[in-house]
């Protein structure tokens, strides 16, 4: 599961790495890559996550679904690194 889905996560950035921050598929691909790299217990995930926060929130503030989840899944992440208080500012 868990390289397959790295490797997935990987593969949907590079596909979509080119388009302007605008593009949803391009914000859905680094929350996807986010995802997967916080799933294998990689410490990259926290600026991809964080990025994904920030272009949905820039970008994608009319869909609070994405934005929700980019947020909830920063939160995570920051929860898992021991870094509480962060977390619960974004909860």
Request: net charge negative.
């Amino acid at each position: 599961h868990g390289v397959v889905e790295l490797a997935l996560g990987w593969a949907a950035w590079k596909t979509y790495l080119g388009r302007p921050p605008t593009d949803q598929l391009l914000r859905l691909s680094l929350g996807i890559l986010g995802d997967s790299l916080f799933k294998a217990g990689r410490e990259e995930a926290l600026p991809v996550l964080e990025a994904n926060l920030a272009l949905n929130r820039r970008y994608g503030s009319h869909d609070r679904n994405a934005v929700f989840t980019a947020q909830s899944n920063l939160a995570g992440c920051l929860d898992e690194l021991g870094r509480h208080d962060e977390a619960l500012v974004l909860k």
